[in-house]
């Protein structure tokens, strides 16, 4: 949010014109400048190849605005060259592309919620509430044998609060949808 107090509103809403385009995705992938857009394709220039291969931390901190976090990856794949000669350029291709990954119907997790006023809705508002607090502590515990007592005071709790009854209501629409699809597993890797 831009406030009437902000000194530059107009930077700020250029920054953030910016931050929404496909170029500040490919800039943080390949590196602001570094790159042209050849017949559809991102390629990175040899010089910036160069840099990247001769250290690539400061290659990155000249170039890159350390935002990947919250990029589009589609807007790379899109732009993405995957006929490259350069061995770090194959390299990163090759870990960012699991050749051997699996697309799944996911169909089957949806809707399985209790509807909106129910009681078991109610039920799942709560565990969802305590589970947010629960959490966290859980992380932060001092020890392992302390974030193992939390957790199963937490896994207590949520039972008491109606866990049980929740997943048999879930796990029946869960299976419900995977009669749907057709499907007897909904992992792929069981299928």
């Known amino acids: 949010m831009i406030t009437k107090s902000a000194e530059h509103p107009d930077r700020i809403i250029s920054l953030f014109s910016y931050l929404t385009q496909e170029e500040a995705a490919l800039d943080e992938e390949y ?61 990163r ?41 629960a959490e966290p502590q859980m992380i932060m515990a001092s020890s392992e044998e302390e974030c193992e007592k939390l957790y199963q005071q937490a896994i207590d709790q949520i039972k008491s609060m109606g866990f049980d009854q929740l997943y048999e209501f879930q796990n029946e629409k869960f299976h419900k949808n995977k009669q749907k699809l057709g499907i007897d597993f909904a992992w792929p890797s069981l299928q």
């Not at 399985?112 to 009681?119: E, K, L, Q, S, W």
């Open 31 to 91: 590196g602001c400048g570094c790159y042209d857009i050849v017949d559809g394709k991102a390629i990175r220039k040899e010089e910036a190849v160069k840099e990247y291969e001769d250290d690539y931390n400061a290659a990155y901190n000249k170039y890159n605005m350390n935002l990947s976090f919250a990029m589009d990856y589609t807007i790379i794949q899109k732009y993405e060259n995957l006929n490259v000669e350069n061995e770090l350029e194959k390299d």
């Open 93 to 133: 291709i090759n870990m960012e592309r699991d050749k051997d990954a699996q697309l799944y119907d996911d169909k089957c997790f949806s809707d399985i919620n209790p509807m909106a006023g129910t009681d078991l809705a109610a039920i799942k508002a709560s565990i969802d509430e305590y589970w947010k607090s």
